[in-house]
């Protein structure tokens, strides 16, 4: 598709690239009957992210910024990303497996989870994954498995307890919070530091305080009080054996307008405000950021199959519900999405406003991804736009009424066109019932060994 005369050398902004993509997509057959719902991904938009965010930390000396793997864990996704500079940080098998594929060096790769296995321990020691342990018995089990020449980089993850933010699942420095070794608790501290004075190699200090709804003043008081008690470690020791800090990640995303804020610079300077040290170059500095650098790179676009109306209100039927905005159905008040409405034929609608629901495909009542929405009146065959669904949406689908999952596109919008690469094809029925256990249909019927005689 020939782009605007006038952003030929310049390229065109994120927003209007997107109306860009949207239309070409319905030209070019990617949303249509038979392809009523799909994702797609700003690929200028993610190297954009990531130039941003290295600008943000140039002065940092050492630094070694990883994407959370479970915002996007497509392979296509995170090759890019890989290609743009990034490391990868995983939190299962899965995720490491994936990130191994995309062409992440080891060395490259940080694996976090609060439930590791003794195998999946032995498998990232034996790569060359650093390794970030939950909580003290884990250490124990490193202990044992860890060889006497691993050159892993080996990090313990602790719980400053600094508080939560305004969504209480996205925030993980509470007082009762499931990660980390939780500081505040009586006697913990004492025994963190033991626990690195027993062990040198043990060189990393990991905290995350939480991402969506966490201010960055909260954020930057956790990570002020990691960096604290790595000062406390080395002098006790009397050496500088923490060398290593991971920052975590969780920059808030605006999902109001198109509008980034915060940026990456906000939250270094929010960092440097609350602890000068924390980024002048005595630690080397490790980030996980995932939403922040995906969310506003993507949308979900979908096909308005039905228009009714019930109790005086407006419902569109759309083929994206629950299965791709999960979050958003489940908790909208903490996770509300921005909806575009589109005609047939992929431009913008400019009709008057109508207060409407965008209803999905589940059966169940509450699958609405905008309530009471003013939107131009949508009918059948319109096109819906989810937007800033880069993160956690094309990767966090739900098999709910076993819908499949959608394709998802990347797209280029240079030289004066706009392309599309598929990063990921949409499933299908027989790939559906493939893996609910076709190869297995009769197991329950014929599977079972005959009962042992006396």
């Known amino acids: 598709m020939l782009l605007p005369t006038e952003n030929r050398h310049t390229g065109a902004s994120p927003d209007s690239r997107v109306a860009l993509a949207v239309r070409q997509a319905v030209t070019d057959g990617l949303l249509g009957e038979d392809r009523p719902v799909a994702g797609f991904v700003d690929v200028r938009g993610v190297r954009e992210s990531v130039a941003a965010l290295h600008e943000a930390f140039a002065h940092v000396p050492d630094v070694l910024h990883t994407f959370a793997a479970k915002a ?3 392979v296509p996704v995170l090759r890019l990303l890989a290609d743009a500079g990034m490391g990868c940080e995983v939190a299962s098998p899965g995720e490491l497996r994936l990130a191994l594929d995309a062409g992440f060096e080891p060395a490259r790769i940080v694996l976090d989870s609060p439930a590791k296995t003794r195998h999946e321990i032995r498998e990232a020691l034996a790569l060359g994954v650093a ?4 909580n003290l018995d884990e250490l124990d089990r490193i202990d044992a498995l860890r060889p006497a020449d ?6 313990l993850r602790v719980n400053p307890q600094v508080g939560g933010g305004s969504i209480g699942a996205m925030s993980t420095a509470t007082a009762h919070s ?5 500081l505040r608790d009586p006697g913990a501290r004492a025994r963190v530091i033991e626990a690195f004075a027993r062990r040198p190699w043990l060189t990393r200090l990991h905290a995350h305080v939480g991402s969506q709804g966490c201010p960055l003043s909260l954020i930057a008081e956790g990570l002020a009080a990691t960096h604290r008690l790595a000062e406390e470690i080395n002098d006790h020791v009397g050496r500088r054996q923490v060398t290593s800090l991971d920052l975590g990640g969780g920059l808030p995303v605006n999902f109001a307008d198109d509008t980034v804020t915060p940026t990456y610079a906000d939250y270094v300077a929010a960092l440097t405000a609350a602890e000068p040290a924390l980024l002048d170059g005595r630690y080397q500095v490790v980030t996980e950021f995932g939403r922040s ?3 506003k790179n993507g949308f979900t676009a979908a096909l308005v199959e039905y228009v009714k109306d019930a109790g005086g209100r407006r419902v569109a039927l759309t083929h994206a519900g629950g299965q791709v905005a999960t979050r958003t159905v489940l908790m909208p008040q903490a996770w ?21 629901d965008v209803a999905g495909p589940l059966c169940f009542a509450g699958d609405v991804v905008a309530h009471d929405r003013p939107l131009p009146a949508l009918a059948e065959g319109d096109v819906v736009v989810l937007h800033d669904t880069g993160g956690y949406y094309f990767s966090a689908h739900w098999s709910y009424n076993s819908l499949p999952r959608p394709a998802v596109y990347g797209y280029l919008a240079e030289a004066g066109r706009l392309t599309f690469a598929t990063a990921r094809a949409a499933q299908t029925p027989r790939e559906i019932s493939a893996e609910s256990g076709l190869a297995q249909a009769d197991a329950l019927l014929t599977g079972f060994a005959a009962p042992a005689r006396p």
């Open 72 to 74: 996007c864990s497509l």
């Open 293 to 295: 650098l995906i969310a």
């Open 336 to 356: 509300p999405l921005r909806v575009s409405a589109y005609g047939p034929d992929g431009t913008p609608k400019r009709t008057p406003l109508v207060r409407q």
């Open 150 to 155: 691993c050159a892993c980089v080996l990090g």
């Open 131 to 134: 390794l970030n342990a939950d």
């Open 178 to 182: 499931k990660f980390g070794v939780a």
